[in-house]
């Protein structure tokens, strides 16, 4: 088989790196790529949301399957141009990816669903949204409704916290068009988990759970970030748990879009509160999540390409998956300043070193090659150096070890990864 893979950080890495190892693989691109995937795949220039390019480059080069990592090119509608074009893909329709496009959209199908989500409302005008914040009181979750890169998100633990929110969000409209609508939500407490379920449209398969850094410092604590660790499994996350988010959130979110002629295919992300009455959803994103990708793909024992066919096909109900009795950790390395500014270009040496730790693998996000071979940062998450250990704690132990063979005087990285489940 031929496979393109669309996108260019660590989860595409960690997607190229498992599609590599099948037996059913001929030919592997990546567009755009990184450097580390350049070692395992033949990464082509095309950038990640240019559609055209992309379908024309697939159908030029004979592609059986196209591999989305990334949200933004299947809200823009990769996996609809696909299959205009006759080609197989693995993600969403934009429609069902309106399930990570619309904060509101993905409130309305959980509630029809029946899943166990925060009580909310949607306004479109600041003077009602600041009447129902007093009405309910702090903390209150206020979000813009549309994309936000992740920004979108105010956790307020106080009444003016929240009403300087609307302020910013539709008045300032600092998200831009994002902020035209507001939801206001209820504020769950407890440990968050990443879930995965694989979809074909009518049966899910659950992918494994993960636990994500999102702060960018030790603790927790400063501002958010795409996620700087991640490790799986997390131990709070038990099959009884995991039954009980494929019962009453996975499956009936299926049903509900397939029952609204936007069937789901591709990765199903459900952020999750394991609150006091169990696990409530958060959100929903419509593909791997990223560092959680890396960590899930080195427990995965099965072969990914035949599982991510099944999903094309529709064939999941006669498909398993199997996974190592293994912990696996990941630990970011980030250019200094991120998530703020940073400078791009700082050389990064001593990798080869890292990656012969025992255990080691190092996926690359943000790296290119300079033209005398040098390894360059080029993005605000950098490498993911990941590990596996027989308990979590070797896996901790074994990619700090790795970290530390690293020669890189422009990046930095948190030092705790994995504390939730390791104190
Ligand atoms: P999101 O952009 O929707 O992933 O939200 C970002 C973060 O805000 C989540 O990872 C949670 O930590 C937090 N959050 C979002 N909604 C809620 C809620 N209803 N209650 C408590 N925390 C929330
Ligand atoms: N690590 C969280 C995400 O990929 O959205």
Request: charged share 20%; glycine share 12%; with cysteine.
């Amino acid at each position: 088989m031929r496979v393109l893979v669309v996108g260019g950080g660590g989860r595409e890495h960690a997607l190229c790196w498992a599609l590599a190892a099948s037996p059913l693989l001929t030919k592997l691109f990546c567009a755009p790529g990184n450097a580390g995937i350049s070692e395992v795949a033949e990464c082509v220039a095309i950038g990640a949301e240019d559609i055209p390019s992309l379908i024309a480059f697939a159908k030029d080069k004979a592609i059986d399957l196209v591999v989305v990592g990334p949200e933004a090119p299947l809200t823009l509608g990769l996996a609809d141009a696909c299959a205009a074009a006759g080609l197989k893909c693995f993600g969403p329709s934009a429609a069902a990816a309106r399930l990570e496009g619309s904060k509101t959209f993905t409130k309305e199908v959980a509630d029809a669903a029946g899943a166990p989500t925060a009580a909310w409302a949607r306004f479109t005008d600041a003077a009602a949204a600041r009447a129902y914040i007093r009405e309910k009181g702090a903390p209150i979750v206020v979000k813009a409704d549309g994309l936000a890169a992740g920004k979108g998100v105010v956790v307020a633990t106080t009444l003016s916290e929240a009403e300087a929110a609307i302020a910013d969000i539709m008045e300032d409209r600092i998200h831009g068009a994002a902020g035209a609508s507001v939801v206001i939500e209820e504020c769950m407490v407890g440990e968050e988990i990443s879930f995965f379920a694989l979809c074909d449209g009518e049966t899910a398969l659950p992918l494994g759970a993960a636990q994500d850094h999102k702060r960018v410092g030790d603790g927790d604590m400063g501002p958010n970030t795409g996620g700087m660790g991640a490790y799986s499994p997390p131990p709070i996350f038990t099959d009884a748990l995991q039954q009980d988010v494929m019962d009453r959130i996975i499956r009936p979110v299926l049903a509900e879009m397939a029952r609204r002629g936007a069937p789901f295919k591709g990765v199903l992300f459900a952020g999750l509160m394991i609150t006091a009455e169990g696990p409530k959803l958060i959100e929903f994103n419509v593909r791997f999540g990223d560092p959680e990708c890396q960590v899930l793909m080195l427990r995965l024992k099965s072969d990914l390409l035949p599982a991510l066919l099944a999903a094309c096909d529709g064939e999941l109900a006669r498909f398993d998956l199997r996974w190592e009795a293994l912990h696996a950790l990941l630990v970011v390395m980030a250019a200094r300043g991120y998530p703020g500014s940073y400078a791009k270009g700082s050389e990064i040496r001593g990798l080869e070193a890292a990656g012969q730790v025992p255990d080691v693998q190092v996926f690359h996000a943000g790296t290119a090659r300079r033209e005398d071979g040098a390894l360059i940062a080029t993005g605000g998450r950098v490498l993911g150096i990941a590990a596996t250990g027989k308990t979590l704690k070797e896996a901790r132990d074994a990619a700090y070890a790795a970290v530390d063979l690293l020669d890189w005087s422009g990046g930095f990285c948190r030092r705790d990864i994995g504390w939730r489940a390791l104190t």
